[in-house]
């Protein structure tokens, strides 16, 4: 092992050391830093600043009771939190996740991915993340608001337009967005626009923001497959979730001609060899808040319901697929999926959610020459869309949704490039997980050397 591998492994000792249990944010740590020897051999002013150690650990963590009354009268308890990850680069930026899962691991561990994911779209935000294990499924509106209330009369305290600007993630969209923008606009009696994004377009939100982190990751796999001269047009792909992020991936893989075959909610999943029917989707996601189930029953056809096996399984059905889009949660997608996906032809994956791959599906697809898309470049078209909607707050302006788009559609090339010429630059061509871990480490790693040691 070479004097700046054995760095790096005393760094990941240390992150298990203060972070016991935390599997996830383990997970994530060890494939940025595993990347990252390379780097600091040809900087050693790294290691000297001690940036790898003080990049893994948060700058503040905040952890908060919220109790909330439900709609029959009963006193309800959940957690919260906000971790407040790395700042050199501008603003804590993330989402909120609310889910029954959601553990401080899983936060650290999202909060991690966005550091460098935000350094990648090249805009001026720094990495944060929060949630609660609080599980809006099943919730009236009315419960819902009280809990984001409870919520915010904490987070508060933590959060503005230049200190952190969270934003949506699972669980949280734009209703809840909405719930919690107007108890912090009470708190503290004025309309700060900028402090949340994922703002309803009607009331200070950005146009495009709904379909960015979908199209994105699209736009991101676009490029990679043209880099084989490969495309989207004919192509069959599997989208797995159907929430905010699966539902735009759909759309934009259907303006380009592609044909999404699959679609799955914690149910189960659904085969629909004719393609799947977006507005119908829409409605029964986006609209009634329903299971897929519903949607196979008013869609009639060929669509089927499956509540066994794995959504990836469709790889190998009829003639096999060209891509496949993990669109829904951590580690959705194992080395058994990935024998799937391989054995079905697939030529790329992109990752829209973070880190739906596990480490054995990463290389079992690396090893057979499919193209892979790291969620941290690939779904960064959601957090630069959040930092256009805070330069439109900023200004008092509002942009067209074609502009915006334009914007996003710009800024996802120059993700795949940079990560492409990165790993060029570093002898891995085509590795885009690691042109991704280096790419953003050096931008946020020059700026902490640049302000000092805080
Ligand atoms: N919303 C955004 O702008 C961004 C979201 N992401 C990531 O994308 C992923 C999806 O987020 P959203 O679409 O915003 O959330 P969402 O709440 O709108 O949808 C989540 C989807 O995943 C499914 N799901 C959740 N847990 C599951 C499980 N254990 N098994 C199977 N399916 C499950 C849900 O049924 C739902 O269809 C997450 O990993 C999130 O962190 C990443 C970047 C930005
Ligand atoms: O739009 C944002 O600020 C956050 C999006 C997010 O949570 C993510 O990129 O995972």
Not at 222 to 234: G, H
Not at 432 to 437: E, I, M, S, T
Request: glycine residues 12%; hydrophobic residues 40%; contains cysteine.
């Amino acid at each position: 092992m070479t004097a700046a591998a054995q760095s790096i492994s005393a760094v990941y000792d240390t992150v298990l050391r203060r972070n016991p249990g935390e599997l996830e944010f383990h997970q994530a740590a060890k494939e940025v830093l595993d990347s990252l020897t390379p780097v600091v051999e040809r900087h050693p002013e790294y290691l000297d600043a001690a940036i790898l150690e003080r990049i893994c650990e948060p700058e503040r963590q905040i952890i908060f009771r919220v109790p909330w009354v439900d709609d029959s009268g009963r006193v309800q308890l959940n957690r919260g939190f906000r971790v407040q990850y790395n700042s050199a680069l501008g603003p804590y930026k993330g989402g909120l996740r609310f889910h029954p899962s959601v553990r401080l691991g899983t936060i650290k561990f999202l909060g991690f991915e966005q550091i460098f994911k935000n350094a990648l779209t090249g805009l001026p935000i720094g990495g944060g993340k929060g949630g609660s294990d609080f599980d809006p499924k099943g919730k009236s509106d009315a419960e819902v608001m009280r809990f984001c209330q409870s919520f915010m009369m904490e987070l508060h305290r933590h959060i503005g337009a230049e200190t952190d600007v969270p934003a949506g993630d699972i669980g949280v969209g734009g209703r809840e967005i909405g719930y919690l923008f107007g108890q912090y606009k009470r708190l503290h009696n004025r309309y700060e626009s900028g402090v949340l994004t994922g703002k309803s377009p009607a009331w200070g939100g950005s146009l495009a923001r709904t379909e960015a982190t979908g199209y994105g990751t699209v736009i991101f796999a676009r490029e990679m497959l043209a880099t084989r001269n490969e495309s989207f047009d004919r192509a069959r792909v599997i989208v797995s979730g159907s929430g905010n992020v699966a539902i735009y991936a759909i759309e934009k893989v259907q303006q380009l001609g592609g044909n999404v075959v699959a679609v799955s909610d914690s149910s189960g999943y659904v085969y629909d060899p004719d393609g799947i029917d977006l507005d119908l989707l829409k409605q029964v996601k986006e609209v009634e808040r329903g299971r897929i189930s519903d949607y196979v029953s008013r869609r009639g056809g060929r669509a089927e319901l499956r509540t066994n096996g794995r959504v990836w399984d469709v790889a190998t059905e009829d003639g096999g697929i060209q891509v496949a889009l993990p669109c829904a949660t951590q580690n959705e997608l194992d080395e058994n999926d990935a024998a799937a996906l391989i054995a079905g032809g697939c030529l790329a994956v992109a990752e829209g959610a973070n880190m739906p791959c596990t480490p054995a599906a990463v290389t079992a697809l690396q090893a057979a020459g499919v193209l892979f898309a790291p969620g941290k470049a690939a779904n960064a078209g959601g957090v630069a869309t959040s930092a256009l909607e805070m330069q439109q707050n900023a200004s008092r302006d509002t942009w067209t949704f074609d502009y915006t788009a334009d914007r996003l559609e710009q800024i996802m090339i120059n993700v795949h490039n940079q990560c492409k010429e990165t790993a060029e630059v570093y002898g891995a061509a085509g590795n885009y997980v690691l042109g991704a871990n280096i790419a953003g480490f050096v931008r946020v790693a020059d700026a902490m050397l640049a302000l000092g040691v805080i």
